[in-house]
């Protein structure tokens, strides 16, 4: 049975992924800063918790000497948004929303590297808004954008395990729910801004990681869920 860490498996797209990936028979670890949200969750589903703050190196090593009897594959779907204008930016929040996204990614790669079989992957999580410049998405736009070259130059540093990021739209996981009344107005301007009509489905970002799971001659790509998003121009 393979085995799948996925960080920030706790919530939203990380524990769908984690849910889909149990469902599919696959021996899975849930991931998260907050523990007791990872072991509720993998009680829930059965599967093992670990705790995992990307802004915490010590936690990642911990985490990997506790797996050093071998993983398949890990995704990663950390983040720490800091969505503001450079005017605003705060050097701490600007760090740490690179650390979630970039910084922590790479240091797991150092700390899995040894554990990670050969035949393995290793799946980011980027996002359109680093294709669709905007006001107060800088930081979020950047560290996106950043995630396709750590795909690459991942892929090519780990090889032959390889290494792939996804980078959805807007999409309907359950982080919106916070938006209360205005969530649906949000929906309904991304799907508007789509080639295909509408906004995105959790099964739509699942499929596509599980696809990637599986796809053995696929390394160093982004892979875009978005509706064609990037291609709407008006």
Do not use: C
């Not at 469902?23 to 949200?37: E, N």
């Not at 705790?51 to 797996?67: V, W």
């Not at 204008?85 to 979630?100: C, G, H």
């Not at 906004?199 to 599986?214: A, I, S, Y």
Request: hydrophobic share 45%; net charge neutral; no cysteine.
């Amino acid at each position: 049975m393979e085995r799948i860490l996925v960080i920030g498996g706790a919530r939203a797209l990380g524990a769908a992924v984690a849910r889909r990936a149990k469902k599919d028979g696959y021996d899975v670890v849930v991931g998260a800063r907050d523990l007791a949200a990872a072991e509720a969750l993998a009680s829930e589903i059965g599967a093992t918790a670990v705790r995992i703050d990307l802004q915490d190196e010590s936690t990642i090593a911990a985490a990997a000497d506790r797996l050093k009897d071998g993983v398949d594959h890990i995704v990663t779907t950390g983040s720490a948004p800091h969505d503001v204008r450079a005017t605003e930016l705060d050097r701490d929040k600007l760090v740490a929303a690179f650390t979630a996204k970039v910084v922590g990614p790479m240091l797991v790669a150092k700390h899995f590297a040894p554990v990670l079989r050969p035949t393995g992957s290793m799946v980011l999580f980027s996002g359109v808004v680093g294709w669709r410049p905007g006001p107060g998405s800088l930081v979020k736009g950047v560290t996106n954008g950043a995630l396709e070259y750590a795909a690459r130059h991942l892929a090519a540093d780990l090889a032959p395990v390889r290494v792939n990021a996804v980078s959805p739209g807007v999409v309907d996981s359950g982080s919106w729910d916070r938006l209360g009344d205005k969530k649906a107005a949000l929906l309904d301007k991304s799907a508007a801004g789509t080639l295909v009509g509408r906004h995105g489905e959790t099964d739509d970002v699942v499929d596509t990681v599980m696809w990637l799971l599986r796809a053995g001659f696929v390394s160093g790509e982004t892979i875009h869920i978005e509706g064609g998003a990037r291609h709407k121009t008006a």
